[in-house]
């Protein structure tokens, strides 16, 4: 019986050892790369984020936004962009709030990049969505914090 206890006690004193080992591993691999993605904010590279939107924000412009919208984002991101989509549950994923105010921080050059580029699980949508469109959906999104503020008041 002793035997016993002992060999399940000097186990677990190796699985502790094990797991500091590997804690460590990760902190030393990791880098610079593992402080960037510990500031945990999705950030676009400077040049991107400088474009200028050639879209003007007109009704029809946020229209046609709002069409391929409702077509492709809102399982994640929501209807009115809380984050409340379908896929949310389903898939145990946590989306960008697009309604949340400090999207007006971001400028549309940031948001049409993200858009293109995806960062998992969100879809790369560079190839799938025309770049008109997706300076349409960059004029729409913007509109959903307004929406928020609106209804809230
Ligand atoms: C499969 C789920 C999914 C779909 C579909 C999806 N997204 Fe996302 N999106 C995410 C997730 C998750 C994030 C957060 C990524 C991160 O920061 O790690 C995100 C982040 C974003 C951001 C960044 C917001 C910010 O403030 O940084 C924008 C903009 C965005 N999505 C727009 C869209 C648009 C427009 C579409 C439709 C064309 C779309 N997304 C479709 C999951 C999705």
Not at 90 to 110: F, R, V, W
Not at 125 to 132: H, L, M, N, V, Y
């Amino acid at each position: 019986m002793s035997i016993r206890r002992t060999l399940i006690e000097i186990s677990q004193v190796v699985l502790q050892a094990l797991c500091a080992l590997a804690v460590l591993t990760l902190v030393y691999s990791g880098g610079s790369a593992q402080a960037d993605s510990m500031s945990g904010k999705w950030l676009s590279p400077a040049p991107s984020a400088a474009r200028k939107n050639p879209i003007a924000p007109t009704q029809e412009s946020i229209a046609a936004g709002q069409k391929i919208y409702s077509k492709t984002c809102t399982m994640c991101h929501g209807n009115s962009g809380d984050a409340d989509g379908p896929a949310v549950i389903e898939l145990n994923i946590h989306p960008a709030k697009l309604s949340d105010p400090q999207l007006a921080t971001e400028s549309d050059g940031a948001l049409f990049w993200k858009i293109t580029t995806g960062k998992k699980p969100m879809p790369a949508f560079g190839k799938r969505i025309s770049e008109t469109d997706r300076w349409h959906l960059v004029n729409y999104i913007r509109t959903l914090p307004k929406r928020e503020a609106a209804i809230s008041r």
